[in-house]
């Protein structure tokens, strides 16, 4: 069922939904994680003998996810909403494009895309934290900013695989 031309193209269409929210959610934790850089390494602790320690930005992709979840479920809830809406009133029960195959397979895909990216995340992140050339500790700012675009094209990358279609109901 998920295999037919009109299906893909429903699913291409939703998968740029989510690259859409892929990248607002991107946005937003480098805006969270530039501003914690910033309170903690340049108006953190005032005293030479503290260590001022910059955010662990490991966690940036787990943010992002948890971001692209909100706003992402709040986008598969209007399309359920409008679903069940043109399915109840209609006379004669009209089907709707996007049925209940459709959602768990683009479930299936979220799930999946979500967990390569986040394993993906953390290990750039890693690379990037643990890099003596990008110095993280003292120029973070510019290493947050560089991290957030590598992650918006991984996951860009990552969101256009097709994984709805091992979830074949």
């Known amino acids: 069922m998920l ?56 966690y940036f992709m787990c943010v992002a996810i ?4 909100i706003v992402y479920g709040l986008f598969i809830m209007v399309v359920l909403s409008i679903s069940q809406y043109v399915i ?3 006379e004669r029960g009209a ?26 995340g953390v290990f750039l992140s890693t690379t990037i934290q ?3 050339h990008l110095r993280y500790n003292d120029l973070g700012v510019r290493g947050i900013r560089a991290y957030s675009e590598l992650v918006l094209l991984v996951s860009i990358i990552v969101t256009l695989i097709p ?4 979830f074949n109901f």
Do not use: C, H, M
């Open 130 to 132: 643990n890099q003596k």
């Open 3 to 58: 295999l037919d031309p009109a299906t893909n193209v429903v699913v291409s269409t939703i998968k740029l939904v989510r690259i859409l929210t892929l990248w607002i959610s991107i946005y937003f934790a480098e805006k969270i994680f530039q501003d914690k850089f910033i309170q903690r390494v340049y108006y953190g602790p005032s005293s030479s003998t503290t260590e001022k320690k910059p955010p662990d930005i490991r």
């Open 66 to 69: 948890l971001i692209d979840t």
């Open 88 to 90: 109840l009133s209609s």
């Open 163 to 166: 994984y709805y279609r091992l």
């Open 95 to 120: 089907v709707f494009t996007i049925d209940k195959t459709i959602i768990l397979g683009v479930v299936g895909d979220y799930v999946t895309s979500s967990v390569i990216l986040i394993l993906l």
